[in-house]
């Protein structure tokens, strides 16, 4: 396409979700209510860990970003999703969309990493229990979720800049109920290959990556108990590694659930986006609380304090 016949475009419109407009105000109470959950759900997890000091070790240090990580993730496309679905408006500004994928890109990334550098914290304290506080000590725990803020952020801004070279033409309808890196590819009347390569290569071993590490801590700590075939020792380790399992197993489990078993392209990407950007954060909560004795006594602790001063 010739640049005479290129537009400059000044805002995409989002689709949303696939629902007939007499659904609107039942998922918009639904949604409303998982987003809320997500961040009261997490704000309560990142307070108990700051407030109680018997929580203050490398897990529920990784946790504490994780639970940020999720509040951010939900908040940076679920508000606006709920605003279009009650005012009916799909418009999003160019800055905005832009603003968007970058900052959902950042706060996906993140929460990948600190899934793997979770597992590896496992992994030390079940396979290294005496050197477990000299394997994680708090330079190494600061520095790995720092390396993964940074790796997430160079990640997010080569996308970014890369996207925001490309032309964009008539066609400004995104099939999607936020900006997504992918939907608005398709949109440009560029030569989006070198975009496709990047994709291919630098993200794809971003998401291999620490899937890899997550396994194969996961596959030493199985050794490990294996070498040890006693109750309680199988008892402490699924006590120990079996919150984050499943939520590692719920991240990435629904995602090739979705894409494998769903019929539409458009429909997987959209189930995908639903589970691990609303559905994931608002249960990492209740897993990590339900399942986790420190926790539950934490909050006790935190609900007893609080009947005192009444």
């Known amino acids: 396409m010739g640049p005479e016949n290129q ?3 000044s805002e995409f419109l989002l689709l949303g979700l696939p629902i007939w407009p007499g659904q609107q105000r039942g998922f918009f109470t639904l949604f409303l209510g998982m ?11 990142i ?3 700051r407030l109680n000091s018997r929580l203050h070790t490398p897990m529920y240090f990784f946790l504490s970003h994780l639970a940020f990580s999720d509040i951010s993730l939900s908040s940076v496309t679920v508000p606006k999703m709920l605003t279009n679905m009650q005012t009916r408006q799909q418009s999003i500004p160019y800055v905005g969309c832009i603003a968007q994928m970058y900052f959902f890109m950042i706060f996906a990334g993140i929460d990948n990493f600190l899934l ?15 050197h477990y506080t000299t394997i994680m000590r708090e330079g190494l725990c600061v520095l790995l979720v720092a390396g993964s803020w940074i790796l997430s952020c160079v990640n997010a801004l080569l996308h970014t800049l890369l996207l925001v070279r490309l032309s964009f033409c008539a066609d400004n309808t995104i ?3 936020f900006c997504d890196l992918a939907a608005l590819l398709k949109l ?5 290959s070198i975009n496709e390569l990047v994709i291919f290569y630098e993200a794809g071993m971003l998401l291999f990556l620490p899937l890899c590490i997550i396994l194969g801590s996961y596959v030493r700590i199985g050794i490990i108990i294996l070498r040890v075939p006693s109750t309680k020792g199988l008892f402490k380790a699924f ?7 499943f939520v590692v197993s719920l991240y990435y489990g629904t995602l090739v659930g979705v894409y494998f078993f769903s019929s539409s392209w458009d429909s997987k990407d959209i189930i995908a986006s639903v589970m691990y950007m609303v559905v994931t954060p608002m249960l990492n909560p ?8 420190d926790i539950k006594q934490a909050l006790e602790m935190c609900v007893k304090k609080v009947n005192f001063f009444k």
Do not use: E, K, W
């Open 239 to 245: 006590s120990t590694c079996g919150s984050h399992l």
């Open 116 to 130: 793997a550098v979770m597992a590896y914290d496992r992994y030390g304290a079940i396979c290294h229990p005496l």
């Open 47 to 49: 307070l108990l860990i």
């Open 188 to 192: 440009s009347c560029s030569d989006t």
């Open 7 to 9: 537009s400059s475009v």
């Open 35 to 45: 987003y809320l959950t997500t961040v009261l759900g997490n704000l309560l997890i």
């Open 175 to 177: 099939s999607h109920f």
């Open 286 to 293: 209740f897993i990590y609380s339900l399942r986790n004795r």
